[in-house]
């Protein structure tokens, strides 16, 4: 099992241009809509899709303002710079990427107190609204989705945190949604297990054609996918990812975007 560039560096990857594996993406739809297939692309919605960068440097900046925050001097004055490029993956990485220099006992449990805020809203309708498309995510989809492929959002958020918002988003930022060969599958609670919810997605797909293309920026889940679905393409969406560790796998695509 690997763990981020590990990962990347134990795994092999088609040496393909982004635009080279996209086309190859309609290619492949195409070719299975030919033979009377019904072909699928599964795409993952945070840091695939969109950038939720945005989301978490909003509820750091709210948390500057409240009174628990007070009790940190130090660390408030350091996050007061936060700027949207700081924030990673994880409050750790967010931290580190800013340079916030306080003794490890007063960072733990500023980190402690910020994780409890910012988890309470992350996971939430109300800060859907602050994430971004990636620029050329729409316009692909919206693409394959007219080329005959059925779209399928799997996603780790849940139905009752962020079901509504989730839907509205897509439609907002113009994603094929509310229309014929679409669906999303959300979480049915927030504690289940994202790669559990992820790999008991496959039936869904199965039942519903033929799984042309899988994009995933979390490499446990799309390693996960890769092998339900071996002759599929499945494309690694390099943004950031959490610490999870993968088995390596053979024969995948990555990108780093859609533009
Ligand atoms: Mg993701």
Avoid at 27 to 52: F, G, K, M, N
Avoid at 121 to 138: I, V
Avoid at 223 to 252: C, K, R
Wanted: charged share 25%; with cysteine; glycine share 6%.
């Amino acid at each position: 099992m690997y763990v981020r560039s590990d990962w990347k560096k134990a795994s092999q990857f088609h040496d393909l241009s982004e635009r080279e594996v996209l086309k190859e993406v309609y290619r492949r739809v195409a070719q299975c809509s030919a033979h009377q297939q019904v072909p699928v692309v599964l795409l993952d919605l945070d840091s695939t899709l969109y950038e939720v960068g945005p989301r978490t440097h909003q509820i750091l900046r709210e948390w500057l303002d409240t009174a628990e925050a007070r009790a940190f001097p130090n660390i408030r004055s350091e996050l007061a710079r936060l700027e949207q490029e700081h924030v990673g993956y994880s409050l750790r990485d967010t931290f580190s990427a800013l340079g916030v220099a306080a003794p490890e006992q007063e960072l733990q449990q500023a980190l402690s107190v910020i994780k409890t805020f910012w988890q309470a809203r992350f996971f939430s309708n109300d800060y859907l609204k602050y994430d971004r498309a990636y620029e050329g995510a729409a316009e692909f989809v919206q693409e394959v989705h007219g080329m005959g492929a059925f779209v399928v959002y799997l996603t780790g958020r849940d139905e009752p945190g962020m079901g509504a918002g989730t839907r509205s988003m897509l439609i907002r930022d113009r994603f094929p949604w509310a229309t014929e060969r679409t669906h999303l599958l959300l979480k049915a609670a927030y504690g289940l297990s994202d790669l559990e919810h992820k790999v008991n997605a496959s039936s869904f797909i199965r039942k519903t054609g033929e799984l042309v293309a899988s994009f995933e920026n979390e490499p446990a889940n799309l390693v996960a996918i890769y092998e339900q679905f071996p002759q599929a393409m499945h494309v690694f969406v390099e943004t950031v990812s959490s610490d999870h560790a993968a088995p390596a796998a053979m024969g995948l695509y990555r990108i780093c975007g859609f533009r």
